[in-house]
């Protein structure tokens, strides 16, 4: 099992950054790729980024390619995901996700994060 904590959501106004966290404990030795999803109110869950730990190939949704960057850091088994100039299409939950494969969709996850809201005003 794989535990995820999420954190650095919060409010910040369009134009505005924003850098989320994901801390990783557990059977980590599962995981082959972490990423991050995100959830705006009455809509679907959306795929954002994800990034393989071992080669740190990344991939990421045509809403956010420029703006936002995900990394990670394997020795604290973490990942970060740094948002640039924010827009209030970006306001949801964040969910962080870890897969054996790599994430491309909800099907690739295995373990899920609880979320953390990003509220971005105009």
């Known amino acids: 099992q794989v535990q995820l904590v999420e954190s650095g959501g919060g409010l910040v106004q369009a134009g505005g950054s924003l850098r989320l966290s994901c801390a990783a404990s557990?059977?980590?030795?599962?995981?082959?790729?972490m990423g991050w999803f995100r959830q705006a109110p009455g809509k679907e869950r959306e795929f954002v980024t994800s990034?393989?730990?071992?080669?740190?190939?990344?991939a990421y949704a045509d809403s956010v390619k420029g703006r936002f960057t995900i990394s990670r850091d394997n020795a604290k088994n973490t990942v970060y995901l740094q948002m640039n100039s924010l827009k209030p299409e970006d306001t949801a939950v964040y969910y962080c996700?870890?897969?054996?494969?790599?994430?491309?969709?909800?099907?690739?996850?295995?373990?899920w994060g609880k979320g953390t809201l990003v509220t971005v005003s105009s």
């Open positions: 557990g059977r980590t030795f599962s995981i082959y790729a």
């Open positions: 996700a870890t897969g054996g494969r790599m994430i491309v969709a909800q099907g690739s996850v295995d373990y």
């Open positions: 990034i393989t730990l071992s080669g740190g190939r990344a």
